[in-house]
Structure formats: structure tokens, C-alpha cells
């Protein structure tokens, strides 16, 4: 299934894209390290924050199907860019995962992340490692 994005240039090194189905628009701006205002995610931003967003995504579909508590699920990343040529160079991912979770279902959860679609698509050059960081149970007081 194909999906349509358009994108056209607003000025100011910015860019504005539309996501066809839904409609829904989502602005970029050049970084001020390449002659941007940064006032908004860059295009090599966006990269990075799906890589996020597809892991979350994965875990989420396998939790709900298996009924697990995600209470607590987020993660948090670094965009690397290398100089020459300009690329990602790293996208370092930390993901916080609930506590609770059996050791199988940490595995199922964990290949759930690392088989999403933007980990597979981005160039093997770009290291992304990933750091599964599970919380603990909360100890109950003793009554």
C-alpha cells in the first residue's frame, strides 16, 4: 500500500508536508548548523524521531495484542550527524520499558523493536544502538 506525502518550500529554509490521508501537516526547518533557524525538527530530525516512533509502535502492537500493561513505555534518542559527507552518522535509542515483564515477553518485545521497518530501512553505515531500560516494580509498604 502506497501512502502520499507532498511537501512544498514555505521560505526561510523551511518545508511544509502533508500527509495525504489524514491531511495532517508537519512543518521542518533547517538546523543552525546548517544555515537554519532550527526552530523546528530538520528533515534528518524526522529520520531519527521515526526510528523512535517505529520501535514504540512495534512494542505497542505486540503489548495490546498480548494484553500487557505499557504504562511507562518511552523512549529517548541522539541525533549524530557526520560532517563529510553530511549524514546521520548515529542514532543512539533508549527505551524505557514497564516493569513487570516476564522474560519471554521482554524477548517478544524487544524483537518487536528491532524488526520495525525504519530500523531495517536506515543504511547499514548509521550505528543504532539500542538500550532496552526496564523499570522496576514499585515495593509495596509493608502494612
Known amino acids: 500500500m502506497a501512502v502520499e506525502i507532498t511537501g512544498k518550500y514555505?521560505?526561510?529554509?523551511?518545508?511544509?508536508?502533508?500527509?495525504?490521508?489524514?491531511?495532517?501537516?508537519?512543518?521542518?526547518?533547517?538546523?543552525?548548523?546548517?544555515?537554519?533557524?532550527?526552530?523546528?525538527?530538520?528533515?534528518?530530525?524526522?529520520?531519527?524521531a521515526s526510528l523512535g516512533a517505529c520501535m514504540m509502535t512495534l512494542i505497542a502492537i505486540v503489548g495490546e495484542r498480548d494484553g500487557l500493561d505499557l504504562t511507562g513505555l518511552s523512549f529517548r534518542l541522539e541525533k549524530h550527524m557526520e560532517a563529510n559527507p553530511r549524514r546521520i552518522g548515529a542514532i543512539p535509542v533508549s527505551i524505557n520499558m514497564p516493569a513487570g515483564l516476564s522474560a519471554d515477553q521482554k524477548k517478544k518485545l524487544e524483537n518487536a523493536a528491532l524488526t520495525c521497518p525504519v530500523h531495517k530501512s536506515l543504511a547499514e553505515g548509521v550505528d543504532k544502538p539500542v538500550e532496552f531500560v526496564y523499570a522496576e516494580k514499585p515495593v509495596e509498604a509493608a502494612k
Do not use: C, W, Y
Open 10 to 48: 514555505i521560505g526561510n529554509l523551511k518545508t511544509e508536508l502533508t500527509h495525504g490521508p489524514s491531511g495532517m501537516v508537519i512543518r521542518t526547518a533547517a538546523p543552525v548548523d546548517n544555515q537554519g533557524d532550527g526552530s523546528s525538527f530538520s528533515p534528518t530530525d524526522l529520520a531519527a
